[in-house]
């Protein structure tokens, strides 16, 4: 079955630090891929998406991320965290066959930044 | 507010009660979905409406689930005989397009 994997659960920073956060996903085919952030005590909301074109995305806050095809990876960048980065990280993806059309989600990434 | 909404924001249920779980999707939106997630997990798949037709609903987990859409806005998870691993936040998210969503913030709900 297609899946998706964040390797980091927990991610502690200091604020200014530079942050990555991988995302790989099992699936050959044509993807949309897509990063979500959960603030403490808030909703889902998305930070960026791709669908096509350019394979470095920017998205809300100073977030960015990079589709490398032959690798199968989303991962989110940022050069310069702060405290209000703290959140927990979803990376998704919609895989473009015939299974459906649902966001399968990595397990998340908890990211704190320490002031 | 403009967003989705879902009630209640918390629920304990006891064991083998059932239960009603209420999404009310931003107005105008045609797709609609249902996620569980489950603690330290991120959401998996229920279920997907596209207006009032339930176009998928592989992802739920037993025939305990059901999940309805009658007008094409409002819709409701209902679970019937619930059960301890049924303990989740569920996530209901709509979209004017397949490929977004909007997430409301989740009923979490609690079988003691």
């Known amino acids: 079955a297609q899946s998706v994997s964040q390797h980091n659960h927990h991610v502690i920073l200091s604020e200014a630090a530079s942050l990555e956060l991988g995302c790989n996903y099992s699936y050959g085919g044509t993807v949309n891929l897509f990063w979500y952030v959960q603030y403490p005590g808030q909703h889902l909301q998305l930070l960026l998406k791709?669908?096509?074109?350019?394979?470095l995305v920017k998205g809300i806050k100073g977030f960015e991320a990079e589709f490398i095809k032959s690798k199968f990876s989303f991962n989110l960048r940022k050069p310069s965290v702060q405290w209000s980065d703290t959140a927990e990280y979803f990376c998704?993806?919609?895989?473009?066959?015939?299974?459906?059309?649902?966001?399968?989600f990595g397990g998340g990434t908890r990211l704190m930044v320490k002031p | 507010g403009a967003g989705v909404s879902q009630s209640p924001r918390y629920k304990v249920a006891k064991r083998g009660q059932d239960v009603a779980l209420r999404c009310d999707p931003i107005s105008g939106h045609v797709s609609l979905f249902w996620y569980q997630q489950a603690l330290g997990q991120g959401p998996e798949f229920l279920t997907y409406?596209?207006?009032?037709?339930?176009?998928?609903k592989s992802g739920l987990p037993s025939d305990r689930f059901f999940a309805e859409r009658p007008e094409g806005s409002v819709s409701t998870l209902k679970i019937q005989r619930t059960q301890q691993e049924d303990s989740a936040v569920y996530l209901c998210?709509?979209?004017?397009?397949?490929?977004?969503?909007?997430f409301g913030q989740g009923t979490r709900l609690t079988v003691v």
């Open positions: 998210a709509s979209g004017m397009r397949i490929t977004e969503a909007f």
């Open positions: 409406f596209q207006n009032e037709a339930q176009l998928d």
């Open positions: 998704a993806v919609k895989m473009n066959n015939n299974a459906g059309n649902m966001l399968t």
């Open positions: 791709y669908f096509s074109g350019d394979p």
